[in-house]
């Protein structure tokens, strides 16, 4: 009990002495980022974006059939063929585009949460069975 009393007297002395600050009321001050410091957290969250794309890239499945991709493609509203793109390289590219999507909309979901508005449309997606073949010749 002795040193409990001894160490609030301490912390009442360091209070006193301007050491210790505590603030009684709720008006906190606030300093902006600096324009650079907020353009790096700019390019450190799209590096991040990019990073994390890439890597759920690797775990999508998409189709081998060359009109399959670029059906999908079509369906997402990108170029079918990039000039100089050969098969593998479209293949590579929906995977991405796919993966894009999908850290977009979980970024959205993440938002909505944190805003808590909730949105109220309801999306029937049709499931179609898709049947993957052996990768032809050209993409091996």
Known sequence: EMNTL????????AIKAGNINISNNNNSEYLQL??????????????LKKYETTKRARTI???TSIDE????????GHPITLFGEDH???????????AALEIDDEHTKKIQKVNQTQVT??????????T?????????
Do not use: C, F, M, W
Request: glycine share 2%; hydrophobic share 35%; proline share 2%.
């Open 132 to 140: 993957y073949s052996n990768a032809s010749d050209l993409l091996i």
């Open 121 to 130: 449309e309801t999306k029937v997606k049709v499931q179609k069975e898709i």
């Open 61 to 63: 499945l998409v189709p």
């Open 88 to 98: 593998v390289d479209r293949r590579d590219r929906l995977r991405e585009v796919i």
């Open 6 to 13: 001894l160490g609030n007297e301490a912390i009442q002395a």
């Open 34 to 47: 600096s324009e650079s410091s907020k353009y790096e957290q700019q390019l450190h969250q799209e590096t």
């Open 69 to 76: 991709i670029k059906s999908k493609l079509r369906e997402l």
